[in-house]
């Protein structure tokens, strides 16, 4: 029998993999988000597109962080001039400063809301439109059942959702749930100026994946690693205190 066993049971997988929301690469599909080692936490080891990621946010200054962190990896989607759409009621990121992820600030449309039911509804709506390369929102308070709308949204259209949440850490219908923080630049040859984007990336949790926590660099338009992933995980001698 062709293949044998190990593909019938990759097949399985992928199958499974499908029927939860993920989008699977295929012969027309030359999407590609490299994440570095982070991409050995994905299933297949492929960054979850058509799928809603969830990020969430402690401060002013994890949603500045964060907003950089999703825009480096939101440049890979926008290859070949694609147009994302950025969605807040109180925004953060400041555009020009995407040039530095390699992004054309006239390549995303903002929105910019004041009332939570029009935030949501225009999040659902542009999760709806096929043609986009990735929707971001900044939203304060979601629930399961709002963020449920959503994920269906993006399994029918396959565009990847990003919500930057700051409140009610109740749990919401997402793929994978992140939380960034910001690390000093380093400056070579003590060179006045300000050093690459750094950045604490926890992946807290990832549908069918392996959660860990790795050091990362935004450069030459690029992620790359600053120290080797760890795998979440409950030190052993915690384990013993607790046992």
């Given at each position: 029998?062709p ?14 993999l499908?029927l ?12 590609q ?10 299933p297949?080891?492929?960054f ?5 990621h969830?990020f ?8 500045a962080?964060t ?17 994302s759409?950025?969605?807040?009621s ?46 971001i929102?900044?939203i ?10 959503l ?19 109740n749990t ?25 984007p ?21 450069s ?19 384990k013993?205190?607790?046992?």
């Open positions: 029998m293949g044998g066993k190990p593909d019938i049971i990759a097949q399985l997988q992928n199958r499974i499908s939860q929301g993920y989008k699977l690469s295929t012969p027309g599909n030359n999407l988000i490299d994440l570095g080692p982070i991409n050995q936490a994905f297949n080891g492929c979850p597109f058509g799928a809603v969830e969430i946010i402690g401060g002013t200054e994890d949603a962080t907003s950089g962190f999703v825009a480096a990896v939101v440049s890979s989607f926008m290859r070949n001039k694609r147009v759409v950025w969605i807040s109180s925004r953060t990121i400041f555009p020009p400063a995407l040039k530095v992820f390699d992004i054309e600030p006239d390549h995303i449309i903002f929105i910019d809301l004041q009332n939570h039911k029009d935030v949501l509804w225009v999040i659902e709506e542009t999760l709806k439109c096929d043609g986009l390369a990735a929707v929102a900044e304060q308070q979601l629930n399961f059942k709002e963020s449920r709308r994920q269906l949204a993006v399994e029918q259209s396959g565009v990847t959702g990003f919500i930057l949440r700051s409140r009610n850490m919401i219908a997402s793929v994978s749930r992140w939380k960034i923080g910001s690390l000093p630049s380093v400056l070579n040859d003590d060179m006045p100026g300000v050093g690459f750094r950045w604490n990336v926890e992946l807290l949790k990832i549908r069918n994946g392996k959660p860990g926590v790795w050091q990362m660099e935004w030459n338009g690029c992620f790359n690693h600053i120290s080797p992933p760890s795998i979440l995980s409950i030190p052993q001698e915690q013993r205190k607790t046992g």
